[in-house]
């Protein structure tokens, strides 16, 4: 049988350029990886633990500029950016078992139901327990949700209000002892 490279050298070849392009690629620092320039324009100011009930969070302005909400900042949005929510630090205990619905700026008169006008996503944590051989330097994941889409409509039926807050409610209640926690809420623009 011939082959259209010779084997054994090509492969080694081949072996050492994917040694040498992912050498370059984990020497880089992580800053340059990321997208340019990301702003953070308001987020939780403490770990969240969530639990059957609706859970209520306001996120603070990261600047001290009070005057501006989202639906202000999301009118000078270029179209190149957009505005995303970004959990960081999923964790618990064990598997809680559920969905939990995020919603921005849910009135307190008004049930969280997906679907409804203020429903940004949810959020599972498959990758929040490690398992037993799991590294512990392991970076935590991070999760985003686009929520320009949600803001434009919320601000167009002017349902947006100027205290950001994010409502996480579960599907149904977590499997008991789970104590499942999102350590940090942001909104960032990209």
Do not use: C
Request: proline fraction near 9%; charged fraction near 15%; glycine fraction near 6%.
């Amino acid at each position: 049988m011939k082959y259209a490279f010779p084997g054994p050298r090509f492969a080694g070849l081949t072996l050492a350029l994917l040694f040498v392009y992912s050498g370059i690629l984990a020497s880089k620092p992580a800053h340059s990886m990321q997208s340019s320039k990301e702003t953070v324009l308001a987020a939780s100011a403490r770990a969240i633990e969530l639990s059957a009930k609706p859970v209520r969070v306001k996120l603070v302005s990261e600047k001290n500029d009070a005057n501006r909400n989202l639906g202000q900042i999301l009118q000078s949005l270029p179209s190149s950016r957009s505005l995303y929510l970004e959990l960081t630090g999923l964790q618990a205990v064990k598997q809680p078992g559920t969905l939990f619905h995020l919603y921005l700026d849910l009135p307190e008169h008004v049930a969280p139901r997906p679907g409804n006008a203020w429903h940004i996503g949810s959020v599972n944590f498959y990758n929040a327990v490690p398992g037993p051989d799991a590294p512990k330097d392991k970076p935590a994941p991070v999760t985003t949700i686009d929520i320009a889409g949600v803001l434009r409509n919320l601000r167009s039926s002017q349902k947006l209000t100027s205290d950001s807050t994010i409502t996480i409610m579960a599907t149904h209640p977590p499997e008991a002892g789970s104590k499942p926690m999102i350590g940090h809420l942001a909104i960032i623009e990209k």
